[in-house]
């Protein structure tokens, strides 16, 4: 026989610790982009200015 009251405990548990997960794989997505982007500031990899197209003469 399943006991519903260790259903919804679980289930509410599982919920709380996806919401965790969640939250910090977003975090540590958010500092690998600016340690990225900070390595990266001073070679010129990332531009900082599109080019202009130049317009042709008619």
Known sequence: MK???MSMWLSAAN???GMGR???SAEA???QT???KGLTKG???TPT???TRT???K
């Open 29 to 31: 997505r958010r500092q």
């Open 22 to 24: 969640a939250y910090w």
């Open 3 to 5: 006991n519903p009251f």
């Open 55 to 57: 317009r042709r003469r």
């Open 15 to 17: 919920k709380a610790a």
């Open 49 to 51: 200015k599109r080019a």
């Open 34 to 36: 600016a340690f990225v």
């Open 43 to 45: 070679f010129g990899a």
